[in-house]
């Protein structure tokens, strides 16, 4: 089962149409209320969470739920925060159903992220010498 929440009912209502076997949920904390979301996908919209964010994620994630996550862009601290809690399926800025689609199919992993998350702390690489 894929539950929305989006904080935007016309959104919802596109993804619902858009992606078989899914479901609005119309607040927040109902699906860490109800045990039947445990081991669930959820696509969510950081901007739709009214509570303390990071809480709210470890919550989901406590709960083995995957986050499709949906963000303004990747410089806002609630990238920084999914990060933290083991969220790679990042969507920034407009989107078309199908890309939300093709996420549910193929999770990202930590290498499709790790570019961003080199950025947002400042994580700083040193080039090896090559050998002769």
Same mark, same amino acid.
């Given at each position: 089962?894929?539950v929305i929440?989006?904080?935007?009912?016309?959104?919802?209502?596109?993804?619902e149409?858009?992606?078989k076997? &899914?479901m609005? @949920?119309?607040? *927040?904390?109902?699906? !860490? %209320?109800? /045990?039947?979301f445990? &081991?669930?996908t @959820?696509?969510? *919209?950081s901007?739709? !969470? %009214?509570? /303390?964010?990071?809480e709210?994620?470890?919550?989901?994630?406590?709960?083995?739920?995957?986050?499709?996550?949906?963000?303004?862009?990747?410089?806002?601290?609630?990238?920084?925060?999914?990060?933290?809690?083991?969220?790679?399926d990042?969507?920034?800025?407009?989107f078309?159903?199908?890309?939300?689609?093709?996420?549910?199919?193929?999770?990202?992993?930590?290498?499709?992220?790790?570019?961003?998350y080199?950025?947002?702390?400042?994580i700083?690489?040193?080039?090896?010498?090559?050998?002769?």
């Open positions: 089962m894929v929440f989006t904080g935007s009912n016309e959104i919802d209502k596109i993804l149409t858009e992606i076997g &899914s609005v @949920v119309s607040y *927040a904390d109902f699906i !860490i %209320e109800d /045990d039947k445990k &081991s669930q @959820v696509i969510l *919209a901007s739709a !969470i %009214e509570t /303390d964010f990071r709210y994620l470890y919550q989901l994630r406590s709960r083995n739920i995957r986050v499709i996550l949906l963000l303004k862009n990747e410089k806002e601290e609630n990238t920084k925060i999914a990060l933290e809690n083991g969220i790679y990042l969507v920034f800025g407009n078309y159903p199908s890309q939300i689609k093709e996420i549910l199919d193929n999770p990202r992993n930590f290498s499709d992220i790790s570019k961003i080199r950025k947002l702390f400042n700083q690489i040193k080039k090896k010498a090559k050998r002769i």
